[in-house]
């Protein structure tokens, strides 16, 4: 027999707030039981209902805010309370980055058991309408009559009813309502679970994700939005590898590093980072941290379609980029050839495995870039030390996984921590962006 679910009480609980979990929610404790209040700050007393109870602990939302924190704003986004794509509205910027530094030292200090000689002061920039990519459910509610179109509530479970969003690229920002009337036109309303956007520089793509054959009738609804709002559309009928364009006939997506006199191609599925502000901060940080010169050697691993590898090699004499899927390496190459750059070798390597044998390896580097996905690169890390650079800068989207790999780079490999800092890729998130800088002792 099944053990019966406790019932939450229906009345509100007062509770003292006296942290931020990693996901942006208040934590305070009642009854001696730990309690993750959506939408309370620390410093706040708040009365709040409890939707979720665990062994250890229970979660709530809050309801009133008794006494608030001074760092409390009023949220930009009307539907706050109930979308899940903002953690942070409700606290001001500044605060949001103070926050988020804490976290880096936090996670270095008490994970890593290091501290860098020097910190960094934030890399921040306007902290609106700057989501160039985004992947956003989509579901038909009959009893709302049409095709909801967002990111997900806070509790995950429904896609929220929204009418704009203030943190997507401008092209998408106010278009939810009419990808929502799209998709209602449609034959497979009821079988598009999800819509991904991208933009570049000039010029966005939506990429539908749809779970039953299209009619001509749709194909040709959706070439008529796409002629009106000048917005490429893709299909995804099956797996990531079946995605294709419908219209128009020919459509390119890039962005340009103005400083590095660079133009790059990519994919709507492609891997770019999603602020392209910050993405320029860090890629300028990033070359003048390494300072390769016209005889130096650079690796640079996880390298994607070449954000980092492309600037690197306007400065240094050859450059190695390192990266697990094959499509980025060629979109790699073809940016490089794009871009007039042949001082450059991609490679295609699964980098949680050995690589040292490899011949591009051998040869031996001055500098090397690490921009691993959120697992981290401790598997790589004796790779990083076995190849002689004298530097290392280490960008990363999980502050506790940089942590672990700081302590063994230190610890184990003989670096010292110089600089670290955070990266406000995505403003209003709990996400952290952050970059380090490693120097052999």
Not at 112 to 125: F, K, L, Q, R, S
Not at 169 to 191: C, E, I, K, Y
Not at 299 to 317: H, I, S, V, Y
Request: glycine share 8%.
């Amino acid at each position: 027999m099944s053990r019966r679910r406790r019932k939450l009480p229906a009345e509100p609980i007062e509770i003292e707030i006296t942290d931020l979990s990693h996901d942006g929610r208040g934590v305070g404790r009642h009854q001696e039981k730990a309690v993750f209040v959506h939408g309370a700050l620390p410093g706040e007393r708040v009365s709040a209902r409890l939707i979720d109870r665990n062994r250890r602990f229970d979660e709530a939302t809050c309801e009133k805010v008794l006494e608030p924190s001074s760092d409390r704003v009023e949220p930009e986004c009307p539907w706050f309370d109930h979308c899940g794509g903002c953690a942070l509205q409700h606290l001001d910027h500044d605060a949001q980055l103070e926050w988020k530094h804490k976290r880096l030292v936090d996670n270095l200090t008490r994970i890593g058991e290091v501290t860098p000689e020097e910190w960094w002061d934030p890399i921040a920039a306007e902290p609106w309408f700057y989501r160039r990519r985004s992947r956003l459910s989509a579901r038909l509610v009959k009893g709302k009559g049409r095709v909801l179109v967002g990111f997900r509530e806070p509790q995950g479970r429904f896609v929220a009813d929204v009418g704009n969003c203030r943190v997507l690229h401008p092209d998408f920002s106010n278009r939810l309502l009419s990808l929502s009337q799209l998709l209602g036109t449609l034959s497979v309303a009821d079988a598009v679970p999800q819509i991904e956007t991208a933009s570049g520089d000039e010029g966005s793509a939506i990429v539908i994700r749809h779970l039953r054959p299209l009619t001509a009738e749709d194909e040709q609804a959706l070439k008529a939005w796409s002629a009106d709002n000048d917005i490429a559309v893709y299909l995804q009928p099956k797996g990531p590898t079946t995605v294709h364009r419908l219209c128009p006939d020919e459509h390119q997506l890039n962005y340009r590093l103005d400083e590095f006199d660079l133009d790059l191609a990519f994919h709507p599925q492609h891997f770019i980072q999603v602020n392209a502000a910050i993405n320029r901060a860090l890629v300028s940080k990033a070359v003048d941290l390494l300072a390769p010169g016209p005889d130096d050697r650079v690796l640079d691993l996880f390298c994607g379609l070449g954000n980092f590898t492309l600037p690197l090699a306007t400065r240094a004499g050859h450059v190695t980029g390192v990266e697990g899927a094959a499509e980025l390496i060629e979109a790699g190459r073809d940016n490089a050839q794009r871009n007039g750059l042949n001082n450059i070798d991609w490679e295609v390597a699964n980098l949680v495995e050995d690589v040292s044998t490899r011949p591009w390896y051998r040869a031996g580097f001055d500098q090397v870039l690490i921009d691993p996905p959120r697992s981290g690169a401790l598997e790589i890390l004796p790779v990083v030390a076995g190849s002689g650079a004298r530097r290392v800068v280490y960008v990363s989207c999980n502050p506790a996984t940089l942590a672990r790999d700081a302590g063994e780079l230190v610890r184990e490999y003989g670096f010292r921590l110089r600089n670290a800092g955070i990266a406000d890729m995505f403003p209003h998130t709990a996400h952290v962006e952050s970059i380090a800088l490693f120097e052999r002792r």
